[in-house]
């Protein structure tokens, strides 16, 4: 098993920056990669990038290209989404997910580990 816990959301004004973790544990050698999702109060579930640890390549939606980063830590299995030049439409509670088999922009497929999400709120 793997557990995720997401840590680093907060409020901040349009403009800022925040930088938000996925803390990994259990049997994490299994696993092919890790991405971030989102979800605002009545949208559905939006994936916002994916990092793939056996070759290190990173995936954004369009939405996030040029303002956000994935990235690891080299020492452990935590993944990072730096997140800068925030925008009121960034809102919205943010997941990181894990995957043996492959990350999916579909939340549907492929992810079988969840973290509980931390809130990000930009204001204008």
């Known amino acids: 098993q793997v557990q995720l816990m997401e840590s680093g959301g907060g409020s901040v004004q349009a403009g800022g920056s925040l930088k938000l973790s996925c803390a990994t544990s259990?049997?994490?050698?299994?696993?092919?990669?890790m991405a971030w999702f989102r979800q605002a109060p009545g949208k559905e579930r939006e994936w916002v990038a994916a990092?793939?640890?056996?070759?290190?390549?990173?995936a954004y939606a369009d939405s996030v290209k040029d303002r956000f980063t994935i990235s690891q830590d080299r020492g452990k299995v935590t993944v990072y989404l730096q997140m800068n030049r925030l925008k009121p439409e960034d809102t919205a509670m943010y997941s990181c997910?894990?995957?043996?088999?492959?990350?999916?922009?579909?939340?549907?497929?492929?992810?079988?580990?969840w973290g509980q999400g931390t809130q990000v709120t930009v204001s204008s």
């Open positions: 259990g049997e994490t050698y299994r696993l092919n990669c």
């Open positions: 990092y793939y640890f056996v070759d290190r390549s990173t």
């Open positions: 997910a894990a995957s043996y088999v492959g990350c999916s922009n579909d939340y549907r497929l492929r992810y079988n580990h």
